[in-house]
């Protein structure tokens, strides 16, 4: 309740302020244009047609249950147990599709829902860019639509409390938590701020942490060349180690060939 108290109190008191100095407010009906505009009038004929369509296809479902039940009732005294469970399984199995029709087709997600969202969505777009034209020409505060339950359609953003509010609650939880003095004191003097100081200290905050991913990705990429040109004397070494290896095993051999070749000479002479 508090909580509620102090949001209240924070969007009431700038009201009263702008009030002040007069605010300058329209309205639009959103049925009138709608019902003025030819391509919206045509694409509406079209829907109710079709939504005419599905009514007749309900209509004509439910009289064909209504007969099937009538008949079991006059049938109900000449049929077995079995039978007659499993008629009135039938009837509940045509019923339950009935429902399921009625709602894919006017359910809170069905087609009626859907096609009326798209058939009046590009009107409304036009609406409202229309509105935000005459808004920023004309110098509107607030525009409403009448016959909408949204109700306000434009506004314009220094009269948003959205932050203001946003940071009441806030504080109301961090007062909750506070623990020690000093987390105290650093929420005495947050909720001391403006919402502009609120976004200096933010953008501040912000810009650090930045920094210090800008210090950490530069730190990781000496890491990688580091390592990279170890990586590299490394394998020179171990290039030049395994050159210098065969050298000597190629000297080896020669010897040993050499070697060989005189002990063959010596042992033909003998």
């Not at 109190?9 to 959103?30: C, E, K, S, V």
């Not at 479902?61 to 209504?66: A, T």
């Not at 039978?83 to 809170?108: A, S």
């Amino acid at each position: 309740m508090k909580k509620l108290s102090l949001i209240l109190i924070a969007i009431l008191l700038p009201l009263a302020t702008f009030a002040q100095r007069g605010l300058n407010i329209g309205y639009i009906d959103m049925d009138y244009i709608l019902e003025n505009i030819p391509e919206y009038k045509e694409a509406s004929t079209q829907l109710d047609n079709r939504v005419q369509e599905w009514k007749n296809e309900i209509d004509a479902k439910r009289r064909e249950i209504s007969e099937i039940k009538t008949q079991l009732e006059n049938e109900r005294t000449l049929l077995t147990k079995e039978l007659l469970e499993e008629r009135e399984e039938d009837i509940q199995y045509l019923q339950d599709q009935l429902t399921e029709y009625q709602q894919k087709r006017f359910g809170p997600g069905g087609d009626f829902i859907l096609q009326k969202k798209q058939l009046i969505k590009p009107i409304q777009d036009q609406v409202f860019t229309a509105v935000q034209e005459i808004a920023d020409r004309r110098n509107f505060d607030f525009i409403f639509d009448r016959t909408s339950e949204i109700g306000m359609i434009y506004a314009k953003s220094n009269y948003d409390m959205s932050d203001q509010v946003l940071r009441i609650i806030t504080r109301a939880a961090n007062r909750e938590q506070i623990e020690t003095r000093r987390d105290r004191v650093e929420l005495e003097q947050a909720e001391n701020r403006t919402v502009e100081q609120d976004s200096v200290v933010q953008a501040r905050a912000q810009a650090s942490e930045n920094a210090k991913t800008e210090r950490e990705l530069y730190i990781e990429q000496r890491r990688r060349e580091r390592d990279s040109v170890r990586e590299a004397k490394k394998a020179a070494f171990q290039a030049r180690r395994e050159e210098i290896l065969k050298e000597r095993q190629a000297r080896t051999d020669s010897i040993n060939a050499a070697r060989e070749a005189a002990q063959k000479s010596k042992d033909t002479i003998n």
